[in-house]
C-alpha cells in the first residue's frame, strides 16, 4: 500500500484518485462533526460548497448544519461545534452541512473510489476500514484556506501510526507522511496542548470554544468510519 | 519575531521577502555543499540555475560544481557530494553551483533582506545569525521538484529548536513550523537513520551514496553561515 499525505487542498489534482482511498481529515471542525453526528445517530451527513445549495437540497425534516467564520450560519439549526450535535436529537435525520474547509476537501475528493471522512476521534476505526479496502491511500489535510494546519497533520501522522501498528506488510509512506507520523509521535503525549498552540486553536480559544478543542483532541473515541455513498456520508 | 516555514518552493511567492531574511534549507546535499566549500576555505559560492549561465560566468580560477539527477554535469570539476568538496584545493577560489533544487530556491528569495543558506552541519550558527539579524524569518525547505523532503523539513525543526532554545522573546511560528519542530524533536536521537528512510535518502542509497546522507545528518559541525552578497554565498 502506498500511502501519500497531501498538506492542504491545494496539493490536490482532481482526478488523480478514481482507484485510490482518500481520507479526508478536518479535525477543527468539521470530520469531528461528521463522525460526532453519526454517533448520535443522524441517517447521514450531506457534505455541500455554499449556503444556497443546502438550502436547496433541505427537504422537510433535514437539519442544516455549518459555520463561516467559525460562526453559525443564519437560518441553520446547526452550528460547526460538535458538542451541539451530542445534545439534540438528531436520530434518523439528514444533515446538509456547509463548512469552510473540510466540505470543500470533500467535493475535491468525490472522484475516489472511495471517500472516509477521518479525525482524531475515529482514527483507527478509518484506518482499518482503509486497510481492508486494500487500496492505495491519499490523506487530504484539509487545512485552512489553502494554508497547512497542524491539527489535521497530526491526524495524518495518527492514521499513519494506527495502520502501521496492524501491521500490514509493505507499506510506503511518502515523506511528508513519514514527517507527519514523526509530529504526531512527539505530540501524542500532550496532543490537546499542542492543538492549543495552533492557529485554528488559538482562533477558537479567542471564541470562547475551548471545549470543542478538547473534544476534538480526544483520540478513537467513536468506532464509526463516515464513507462517501452517493452524495451522502453513512457509516460503513 | 514571526518565524514561517514553507514547504516547498512552489509555496514561495516572489517579492514577498524585501524584509524578511530568508533561510534556505537543501540538507541532501546543494546547502550542505556550500557550508562545507565555505568551511575549507572557498572564496565564495554563486549558485545560478543553468548550467549555461555557470560556464557564462566562469572566470579563470573559478571552479564549477553541480549536478543534474544527482549526477556529475560532464565539464565540471565537482559533482554534489559535499565530501568532495572537502578533499580538493578551493582554498581562495570562487565556486559557481548549479543543482536542481537548492540553487533554484535561492534564485526565488533574492529579494529578501538576507539571504541565508542552511543545513543540519550549520543549524545554530544560521540560527544565531538570524536572531541577530532580528527581521521576521521565512524557513524554505528546497524539497524536490516541488515536493516536500523530509530531511529539509526536519532542518526548519532544528533551526526553530536552535532558536527557542536562545531564550529569544515573542516567537511566533506558524502550523507548519510547529509541526517540524514536533517531527525533529522526535526523529533527533536517530537523524540517520530517520534521513536514510527518505525519498533522497533511498535514493542517494541507491547511487551508492550513503556517505553523503551521513554527513549531511551530522548537526552543528560548522560556526559558518552562508549569506547572499551580490550574487554569491560568503561567510558571514
Known sequence: VQINVLSSTRDMVQNQY???????????????????ALAHGCRGVIPVE????????????D?????RGCRLIPG???????LEYQKADIHGKRIIQTTTNGTRAIQKAIPAYQLIAASMLNAFACARAAIEIGRDLV??????????????GLCAGLLIDEIQSMGVSEIAIDDFGLTMHAAYRQASHQLEQVL???????????????????YCAAINQFEIVPILCGNMLVRF
Not at 18 to 36: E, F, G, N, P, Q
Not at 63 to 67: D, N, P, Q, V
Open 18 to 36: 478514481a482507484h485510490k482511498t482518500v481520507i479526508v481529515v478536518d479535525v477543527l471542525r468539521a470530520t469531528s462533526v461528521m463522525v460526532t
Open 50 to 61: 455554499s449556503i444556497r445549495e443546502a438550502e436547496h437540497l433541505k427537504q422537510p425534516g
Open 63 to 67: 437539519l442544516l448544519g455549518g459555520e
Open 76 to 82: 441553520f439549526d446547526f452550528g460547526n461545534s460538535p
Open 139 to 152: 490523506i487530504v489535510c484539509s487545512g485552512t484556506e489553502d494554508h497547512f494546519s497542524l491539527e489535521d
Open 196 to 214: 492549543m498552540t495552533s492557529a485554528n486553536g488559538i482562533k477558537l480559544t479567542k471564541l470562547g470554544l475551548v471545549d470543542d478543542i478538547r
